[in-house]
């Protein structure tokens, strides 16, 4: 339970900080640290388990059948990110609080922030990997909410779409690569996916499921080619940056390699594309940040740069090198957030990022600017600091590893240089911002310090990077030793976390990169010429353009798919068809199979003749409009009839309402079309037509004449067996409906309310005139409601409504249900609007369609949900015989309440559609005629 509270609980705190805005800023930013703090103590209750090799985990089945469980674990990696998620987002909340201008809203910000603080927890605690993929692609969505925050800024817009769409297309191609992984695996939980590893490995469909997975992976972790998505995400507030872009948001692709790493790792394909990719990151990040002016461009792409590091180190595919990617992840979590919130400070207390200008700040804001280096010297590994040791430990991991044979040198000489260019940017962030004159035309001076609680966030994190960087064996050693264990899925390698491992080919790459990064700052001005020289690529514009040119396609292909003819769009479906049935027989040897075909009776034979014959005269009458539907109603009579000769009662009922309303409806639309139309249909569309209706006609015939000749397993076996064990009903298509398929029908009804609701909206408002002759210059009767009607309705809405009643109680045992009985119930209603009109029947049944329709999508979801209080599946049915005093023994069910639940949807969105049409029509402004 604990472990689904510190899941939940951000989620659940969303609400405190829009509440608590209205008292002050302080009292909103204390309501949005008060849920992060409690799951904070929660993961820390959870500590002394976790530590001693403890895996916890919860599970709910939620839907078994897909492989989706409400399933969470907690071990080493996940307590080491929820850590992070919870410590670092609780200091952004502070920091926000004197970020954030005075009229900003500052509680919907919170609100952001929570909502994707509970989706990352999500992600790194999820034991499910369909579940992870939903908190993933919340977090897609919580964070462009939040770099969208100052929503009046077009590079704020820009970046978070582009943030969006990158990292939205990873997430479906790492669907694919999951749902491959499941079906390799046999199961989404992460626990048997990891035990899968070796199976995975030597499947044929692996390569394809890892390039999915890695595409996932480098999209989320702004890896080259997708990394340009995230200098453009610095449009966001900077307490974003700090806790999205540096320790969290882009963490979350990292995340997932070391999650899977034990499941997909040890492979030449792992090596080369996660090895090669990190690399040309790790350099391109390196070599771009160098040249930025944006304060937190330069940090932007030094992000970019170190999360190749990290995936390079995963590439490098050794145990060492993954517990030292786990390792740099909590120094640079450490570090980039305190750098981020440094450079907010300077642009807080300045009104600007350009380096250009903001110089000399050292002499105004001191303390700051102590803060800042240090953070600073961190990300560039000098010693005595956190980036020091597990750059150390990256250095060393290059020269280890052999899988590039004789250019085994090319990856360290590429992680030195790498290091020269991390060391040449950090110090320009140190020499530009703090030194290097005085500031020049600053939009706010002097600056100054900004508010003390401002600075407590870094100077927490900053003490941090110190107190790990001396006495690392007695602050990070246990939570990475317990963070590596769980990457590698068991013992760890034999490392050392010491200061000092004395004079080595690592030190001396340090070295080289220390006195070379000091040279390239040094000579930077002939570099920013060459630089300003090249060919100038703005990664937004390019973007821009290519989702125009990608909406332009879609809009000439909708055109041209979707021109507004219903008879383009049927073509078109049965064309496709036509193909795939086509393709589908094309190997088999020949059509008949071995069985021969049921013998037709003659009654049976009258009964297709009548059909076919109704079904033809349809479309040659098709243009005189009350002919066509009257011979359209025949049709439906007629296939209810056969539903009724095999044997299916329950789906003769359901033909039988759905047609008379079906009926009703087309009659009341019928009204406002004319009689008579003219053909339209050119000479070529016609021979289109009639060569698709009887291609059509043939292959159906030609599909179901070769499926009937041959033998075939059914499936009804099963739910004849089990409908009145498992369901507690004996009629099997009510049990199916309500229990087994449950959850369908849950879907099913929904549309219906939503359909309902929609043609309610767009009829709302509307009004027509009525005609006041027909086509042949008749006028129409005077008396709207007959009185015979009229009298002879209001007998037949009892009597109705009774029958409806009888039709839902016996649904479970016997032909009927809930469908049935709600369509029995709207024909009944609905004849009472077309015997009296509108107003009379309102006036003694006023009844609010919207909520009926609503209440029972409700009814059926809650009765759902109420199978998870007895830890059974969503929707599972309980059932059970009492006796009642005087009436016996009697079965009942809890599926009636379901049932209920789609009894009141199917009256309450039929009536909003049927009754509101009705009303349309209008002789005089104001004045209804139905």
């Known amino acids: 339970m604990a472990l689904a509270l510190i899941v939940a609980l951000p989620f659940l705190g969303m609400i405190l900080p829009l509440l608590a805005e209205r008292v002050g800023r302080s009292a909103c930013s204390v309501a949005a640290g008060l849920a992060p703090m409690l799951a904070l103590i929660l993961l820390l209750s959870q500590q002394s388990s976790v530590f001693a090799g403890d895996l916890v985990r919860v599970k709910l089945s939620w839907l078994p059948s897909l492989g989706l469980n409400l399933s969470l674990r907690l071990d080493g990696l996940g307590f080491l990110f929820a850590l992070l998620i919870l410590g670092i987002g609780l200091l952004v909340i502070l920091y926000a609080r004197y970020y954030l201008a005075k009229q900003e809203p500052m509680g919907r910000f919170f609100a952001f922030l929570l909502l994707f603080m509970g989706s990352m927890l999500g992600v790194v605690l999820s034991e499910n990997l369909l579940l992870m993929l939903m908190f993933w692609e919340l977090t897609s969505l919580s964070s462009f909410l939040l770099i ?21 297309g990873g997430g479906l191609a790492l669907l694919a690569g999951i749902l491959l992984i499941g079906h390799i695996a046999g199961s989404f939980e992460l626990s048997q996916v990891l035990a899968a590893g070796y199976a995975i490995r030597a499947h044929a469909l692996y390569p394809l499921a890892l390039v999915l997975v890695l595409l996932g992976v480098f999209t989320k972790s702004a890896q080259f080619p997708f990394h340009f998505w995230l200098p453009h995400a610095m449009a966001a507030p900077t307490p974003v940056s700090a806790y999205l872009h540096s ?8 995340f997932l390699l070391a999650r899977l790493y034990p499941a997909l790792a040890g492979s ?3 090596f080369y594309l996660v090895s090669i990719t990190g690399l040309v990151t790790l350099l391109v990040g390196a070599g771009m940040a160098l040249f930025q002016h944006d304060l937190k461009g330069l940090l932007a792409y030094s992000t970019i740069s170190h999360l190749g590091l990290i995936t390079l180190l995963f590439g490098l595919d050794t145990r060492l090198a993954a517990v030292a990617a786990v390792f740099h992840i909590i120094n640079h979590a450490t570090f980039k957030a305190s750098l981020f919130m440094a450079a907010g400070i300077i642009d807080h207390e300045t009104g600007s990022r350009d380096m250009r200008r903001i110089n000399g700040m050292w002499k105004y804001m001191p303390h700051t600017a102590m803060l800042a280096m240090v953070a600073a010297s961190a990300m560039a590994g000098v010693p005595l600091l956190n980036g020091f040791l597990s750059k150390e430990m990256f250095f060393s991991e290059t020269l280890n590893q052999h899988l590039l044979g004789s250019f085994n040198w090319v990856i360290p000489a590429a992680a030195t240089l790498a290091g020269v260019f991390s060391v040449a940017y950090s110090l320009r962030f140190i020499h530009d911002v703090f030194f290097n004159g005085e500031p020049i035309n600053l939009p706010k001076y002097p600056p100054h310090e900004p508010p003390r609680y401002m600075k407590v966030p870094v100077e927490v994190l900053v003490f941090l990077c110190l107190l790990v960087g001396i006495v690392p064996a007695y602050t990070v050693a246990p939570l990475l030793a317990v963070a590596a264990t769980s990457t590698l899925g068991g013992g760890l390698p034999e490392y050392s976390l010491a200061i000092w491992h004395g004079f080595n080919l690592p030190l001396l790459m340090s070295f080289i990169a220390l006195f070379g990064g000091i040279l390239v700052y040094s000579c930077r001005q002939p570099l920013f010429r060459w630089y300003a020289g090249l060919p100038s690529m703005d990664a937004r514009l390019l973007f821009e353009q290519a989702m125009l040119l990608l909406v332009r396609g879609c809009v000439a292909i909708t055109r041209r798919l979707e021109n507004g003819s219903l008879q383009h769009y049927l073509a078109l479906l049965l064309g496709a068809a036509l193909v795939v049935v086509t393709v589908g027989l094309g190997p088999l040897p020949q059509v008949t199979g071995s069985l021969a075909l049921t013998p037709i009776d003659g009654i049976t034979a009258l009964g297709l003749g009548i059909l076919a014959l109704a079904a033809l005269t349809t479309v040659v009458f098709h243009r005189q409009r009350l002919v066509s539907l009257l011979m359209l109603s025949v049709v439906g009579l007629m296939v209810a009839l056969a539903f009724a000769r095999y ?4 789906l003769a009922l359901t033909q039988l309402s759905v047609e008379v309303v079906t009926i009703v409806l087309l009659m009341l639309a019928l009204y406002f ?6 053909g339209e249909s050119s000479s070529i569309r016609g021979l289109r037509d009639f060569t698709l209706a009887v291609g059509s006609g043939v292959m159906v015939a030609i599909l179901v004449f070769a499926v009937l000749t041959r033998p075939y397993d059914s499936i009804s076996s099963f739910f004849l ?12 298509v009510n049990v199916i409906l309500v229990d087994f398929r449950g959850f369908d029908t849950l879907g099913e009804i929904s549309v219906l309310a939503i359909a ?38 209001r007998v037949l809405l009892p009597m109705a409504l009774l029958i409806s009643v009888f039709i839902f109680l016996r649904g479970h045992n016997l032909p009927g249900g809930g469908f049935i009985a709600g369509l029995v119930t709207a024909v009944a209603l609905i004849l009472q609007y077309v015997a009296s009109g509108v107003q009379w029947t309102q006036s003694r049944l006023p009844l609010n369609y919207h909520r009926v329709a609503g209440a029972g999508v409700l009814i059926a979801g809650l009765t759902g949900l109420g199978s998870w209080l007895f830890d059974r599946p969503f929707l599972t049915s309980a059932f059970g015989h009492f006796e009642i005093p005087l009436v016996g023994e009697i079965e009942l069910a809890t599926a009636m309440l379901f049932d209920l639940g789609v009894y009141l949807t199917v009256v309450g969105a039929t009536l909003l559609i049927l009754a509101n049409l009705g009303k349309l029509t209008q002789e005089k402004a104001g004045q209804e005629v139905l």
């Open 148 to 168: 969208g925050f100052w929503s009046g800024r077009s590079d704020a817009r820009t970046g978070a779409r582009m943030a969006l769409a990158v990292t939205g």
């Open 268 to 270: 030449e394909w792992w």
């Open 673 to 678: 079309l004319p009689a008579h139309t003219r």
């Open 647 to 650: 044997s299916a009662p329950d």
């Open 756 to 793: 309902g609701v929609g043609i309610y909206a767009m009829l709302d408002g509307l009004r027509l005139f009525q005609p006041h002759a027909d086509a042949e210059g008749r006028s129409w009767a005077r008396d709207r409601h007959p009185l015979i009607l009229a009298t002879l309705s």
């Open 721 to 732: 067996d089990n409908s009145l064990s498992g369901g507690g009903g004996s009629n099997v």
């Open 247 to 254: 320790a969290t948001m882009v963490k979350a692709g990292v």
